[in-house]
């Protein structure tokens, strides 16, 4: 593993691990979710089309591709993303995180129900696993966590999972960057209509919320992914996703600091068992003919790389 690909991961999973921290202030200026979904996109659309436009490395997609990317971003990762920082605004920032990480060991899950395979450790394992440290973070019936927040960032993790085995189906030949602009464009006009259409789109939020959803934006999304490129290039991305653990560490650290919450030990513990399920999916996941590169947050719908990324994030979180 080089340094250079080591600095790069881990500093894209504490840009990454700032994200749910930098929405929660962002909450507060009065700015409501989908509001911060469209402005995020919005803006991370533009830096990642505008840089490729300046670079001459802006392909056009076929039709395929740009169906392809249309269901991929203004779809399915619209609704992971609506469903996270929901999830975020319900709960502790931390605990968001950890429940998101339940996507590794159900990536494994998904897919053996498509190909209808016998599961066997490699796939029960790590599920068994993740479902233990999920009961530990969830803690007893009846115990003061808000249960829609909780079912919000179960059903992100759920959804990331699905839109990951769907990406690595009907992949298409593009740049990891390219993909993610298009993406980002496609989620950004989802949230633009649903938010017109419920009438939940409002500008009036205080002025320090163009800060913060700008960090969220260019920290936490365009710099994030740029950087996890360079790393899964130079690592592999399979060593890069088990560097990308520390996001949730940053989180738990960055809530606590920051924001003042707190998790218990049950929940720690609870949590450090989710990410252990979260390393035996990576680990065991084995190396299909057609992965989507880049790995988070997070599936490119690209060239295949030489082994098994889809353990990671796919468009930006």
Do not use: H
């Not at 029960?124 to 003061?144: C, H």
């Not at 939020?205 to 934006?217: D, H, I, S």
């Not at 999304?221 to 740029?226: D, I, N, P, Y």
């Not at 600091?257 to 065991?284: E, H, I, K």
């Amino acid at each position: 593993m080089t340094r250079r690909g080591v600095s790069a991961t881990l500093v894209s999973a504490a840009a990454f691990g700032l994200m749910p921290v930098l929405a929660s202030y962002a909450y507060g200026t009065g700015m409501s979710v989908p509001t911060l979904l469209a402005l995020r996109f919005t803006i991370a659309a533009a830096v990642f089309l505008a840089w490729l436009g300046a670079r001459g490395r802006l392909e056009r997609p076929t039709a395929r591709q740009w169906a392809v990317l249309a269901l991929l971003g203004g779809v399915m990762y619209a609704a992971q993303s609506l469903l996270y920082f929901t999830a975020v605004e319900r709960i502790a920032p931390a605990l968001a995180v950890l429940l998101l990480y339940l996507y590794p060991a159900l990536v494994s899950v998904v897919s053996a129900v498509v190909e209808r395979s016998r599961p066997g450790l490699a796939v029960l394992g790590p599920i068994l696993v993740s479902l233990a440290g999920l009961a530990l973070v969830v803690g007893p019936p009846g115990a003061d966590l808000d249960l829609l927040g909780v079912l919000a960032a179960v059903g992100s993790a759920v959804t990331y999972a699905l839109y990951i085995v769907v990406g690595t189906r009907v992949s298409a030949a593009l740049s990891p960057a390219v993909t993610t602009g298009y993406l980002s464009m496609f989620a950004a006009g989802s949230f633009v209509l649903l938010g017109s259409a419920a009438g939940a789109l409002d500008l009036g939020f205080a002025t320090a919320g163009w800060g913060w959803v700008t960090a969220v934006a260019v920290l936490s999304t365009v710099l994030a992914m740029s950087l996890f490129f360079v790393g899964s290039a130079a690592l592999g991305p399979v060593r890069a996703s088990l560097l990308s653990m520390f996001e949730p560490l940053v989180a738990v650290v960055a809530t606590w600091l920051l924001l003042g919450g707190t998790l218990s030990w049950p929940q720690l513990a609870g949590g450090a068992a989710v990410l252990a399920g979260a390393a035996w999916g990576v680990l065991a996941a084995p190396a299909p003919g057609r992965q989507p590169r880049g790995g988070l947050r997070e599936t490119f719908i690209a060239a295949p790389p030489p082994d098994a990324s889809a353990r990671r994030r796919a468009a930006p979180r």
